[in-house]
C-alpha cells in the first residue's frame, strides 16, 4: 500500500528542543564541545559602551555565524541568515531559539566594520593559543608558501591612470560598437599603467595554466607538525613571495613567543639575502637557490680570497673583480693581463664567446651560504623537508579553496580580504583542532601528536639529523 505524508501541525512541542535535531557527530556540535568561544565579550567589550544605548547583536553570535559561514564555504552573508533561520542546527550553534530572530545580513557588515582587522585577528590568535594548549603547535619547522586569491573585480574595470590613454581607450571603444567592421585595437593592460574602478588594491597577477586577472596573493605559514596555520597575510597579486618573508617570521616569532630553527619554502624564497638572513639568525633553511646559477660553485683549483677581494686560479694568477654586480648580486673577476689567454692549463672557468678573451670567473656576494645550501639540498634531510613542504601547504591551500572559499575574494580591498584569510585560516585550525583532540582525548601537552602516536604503539624512530654548519 501506497503511503502518504500530510503535514500535521500540532500547537505544542512536547519533550523536544533544537538540540535534539542536531546529529552527534555533526561537526557544529564537536566544534561546540572542544572550542572554548568565551573570551570573545571580552575581546570585543572596547568596541561597545559599557553603559549607554540600546544592545547590540551578541558580538559571540556574530562570531559564531562566522564559523558556519567558513566552514561550509557559504559566500553570500544574505544566504547565510537565510539558512540559519531555517536550519536547526545553524539556530542550535548560535543559542537561538525558534522564537528569536536571526540578524538582518546588513548587520554583519556592520558589525564586521566596527569589529575591524585588528579584532578579527585577535580572534584567530586566540584559536592558535588553543591549539597550543592542545599541543597541536612546537614551531620549530615553519613551512611557507605563496597563493593567488581571484579579486571580487571584473578585469574590465580596469581603467588607465593616465588621462590621455584612457581618451585613446574610450576612442577605440565607440569606434568598434558604432562600426563592427572596424578592427578593435587591443588593450595594453599593465599594473603600470592600469588600475581597477572597483577594487584599485588588487592587481594584474600571472600563473601558468591560470588566466590572467585581477588577484591577491596570501601569503601562508604553517607549523610542520600538524599543518596548523600561524600566519595567512594577504597582499596585493603582484608582490613576489619573498618580499614580506623575513618580517612575516619576525611576526610568528614575536606574537606567539616561539624560536624557529627551520624554515622550508620553495625555490621562490631562495634569494641571497633571505638565505643570508636565515643563517645570521641562526635558522637553518631548508630553501633551493632562487636560479640554478645564483649560487654555481667555483670551478676545482680556483680559491677566493676576501682581503684583497679576488681569486687565484690554478696557475697561480689573480682574477681581480670588474664591472658592476648583476641582477644576482654576482661579480665578475678576470685577469686584466694575457695571462690567461696564453696559459696552456685546461682550467674548468667559463669561456667568453670571442677569441682572444681571458675567461671569466662569476661569484656571488652570498656564496658562503650558497655553498652550504649546495652541499645539503641532495641530502636525505632536505629532500624529506621538501616533499613535506609540497603535500602539508599545498593541502592548505587546496582545502582553503575548494571547502571554505578562498578561491575568491568575498569582499573588495586588502583588509577585508585579510579579514576573510583570517576567518578561514581560523576554520581550518579549529577542525584540526577538533579531529585531533577528539581522537586523542588524553593528549599530554608536552607532546606532540605524532610522538604520542608512536608512545601509543611503542615505537621508536631514529630521526633524520641535519649536519648544516653555521
Same mark, same amino acid.
Given at each position: 500500500m501506497q503511503g502518504k505524508q500530510t503535514l500535521s501541525e500540532s500547537l505544542f512541542m512536547y519533550n523536544l528542543s533544537i538540540e535534539s535535531f542536531v546529529p552527534e557527530k555533526h561537526i557544529l556540535r564537536k566544534i561546540n564541545e572542544i572550542v572554548d568561544l568565551s573570551f570573545i565579550r571580552n575581546l570585543t567589550k572596547n568596541k561597545y559602551c559599557s553603559d549607554n544605548g540600546r544592545p547590540s547583536i551578541d558580538p559571540e553570535l556574530f562570531f559564531?555565524?562566522?564559523?558556519?559561514? *567558513? =566552514? *561550509?564555504g557559504i559566500e553570500s552573508e544574505r544566504r547565510?541568515?537565510?539558512? =540559519?533561520?531555517?536550519?536547526?542546527? *545553524?539556530?542550535?550553534f548560535c543559542q537561538l531559539s525558534m522564537q528569536d530572530d536571526v540578524p538582518h545580513h546588513s548587520s554583519l557588515s556592520k558589525i564586521r566594520a566596527r569589529l575591524g582587522e585588528d579584532i578579527i585577528e585577535q580572534f584567530f590568535d586566540e584559536i592558535v593559543f588553543q591549539c597550543r594548549k592542545k599541543g597541536l603547535v612546537s614551531g620549530k619547522r615553519i613551512i611557507t608558501d605563496g597563493t593567488l586569491i581571484k579579486a571580487n573585480a571584473s578585469i574590465n574595470s580596469l581603467e588607465a591612470t593616465n588621462l590621455k590613454e584612457r581618451y585613446t581607450e574610450i576612442v577605440n571603444e565607440k569606434k568598434h560598437k558604432n562600426s563592427p567592421d572596424q578592427k578593435y585595437v587591443k588593450r595594453k593592460l599593465s599594473n603600470d599603467t592600469h588600475i581597477s574602478r572597483t577594487d584599485p588594491e588588487s592587481t594584474l597577477a600571472y600563473k601558468k595554466g591560470a588566466a590572467r586577472d585581477l588577484k591577491y596573493?596570501?601569503? &601562508?605559514?604553517?607549523?610542520?607538525?600538524?599543518?596548523?596555520?600561524?600566519?595567512?597575510f594577504i597582499s596585493t597579486g603582484a608582490d613576489h613571495e619573498s618580499k614580506y618573508y623575513i618580517n612575516r617570521l619576525d611576526t610568528i616569532q614575536k606574537k606567539y613567543d616561539i624560536s624557529i630553527s627551520e624554515a622550508v619554502a620553495d625555490r621562490g624564497y631562495g634569494t641571497g639575502e633571505i638565505i643570508s638572513e636565515l643563517f645570521n639568525?641562526?635558522?637553518?633553511?631548508?630553501?633551493?637557490? &632562487?636560479?640554478h646559477t645564483s649560487g654555481s660553485a667555483m670551478p676545482e683549483g680556483f680559491r677566493y680570497d676576501p682581503e684583497i677581494n679576488a681569486i687565484q686560479c690554478p696557475s697561480g694568477n689573480l682574477l681581480q673583480a670588474v664591472g658592476k654586480k648583476d641582477t644576482y648580486k654576482r661579480q665578475r673577476y678576470?685577469?686584466?693581463?694575457?695571462?690567461?689567454?696564453?696559459?696552456?692549463?685546461?682550467?674548468?672557468?667559463n669561456v667568453l664567446k670571442r677569441p682572444g678573451k681571458p675567461r671569466i670567473i662569476q661569484r656571488s656576494q652570498y656564496q658562503d651560504n650558497f655553498d652550504k645550501i649546495n652541499a645539503q639540498v641532495d641530502t636525505p634531510y632536505f629532500k624529506h623537508a621538501s616533499r613535506e613542504r609540497f603535500y602539508k601547504i599545498e593541502g592548505v591551500f587546496s582545502q582553503a579553496?575548494?571547502?571554505h572559499g578562498l578561491g575568491k575574494a568575498h569582499f573588495r580591498g586588502r583588509n577585508k580580504v585579510q579579514m576573510q584569510s583570517f576567518f578561514t585560516a581560523s576554520i581550518m585550525n579549529i577542525k584540526k583542532m577538533v579531529k585531533l583532540t577528539r581522537k586523542y582525548p588524553k593528549l599530554d601537552n608536552s607532546i606532540s601528536v605524532f610522538q604520542h602516536i608512536l608512545g601509543f604503539f611503542d615505537i621508536k624512530l631514529t630521526p633524520l639529523t641535519p649536519v648544516f654548519v653555521y
Open positions: 559564531r555565524l562566522m564559523i558556519i559561514k *567558513y =566552514t *561550509y547565510l541568515c537565510e539558512d =540559519t533561520h531555517s536550519h536547526m542546527g *545553524y539556530r542550535w596573493k596570501g601569503h &601562508f605559514s604553517i607549523d610542520s607538525e600538524n599543518g596548523i596555520i600561524l600566519d595567512p639568525r641562526n635558522i637553518q633553511p631548508l630553501i633551493p637557490l &632562487f636560479h678576470i685577469i686584466r693581463d694575457k695571462q690567461c689567454i696564453e696559459c696552456k692549463l685546461d682550467c674548468k672557468a579553496k575548494r571547502l
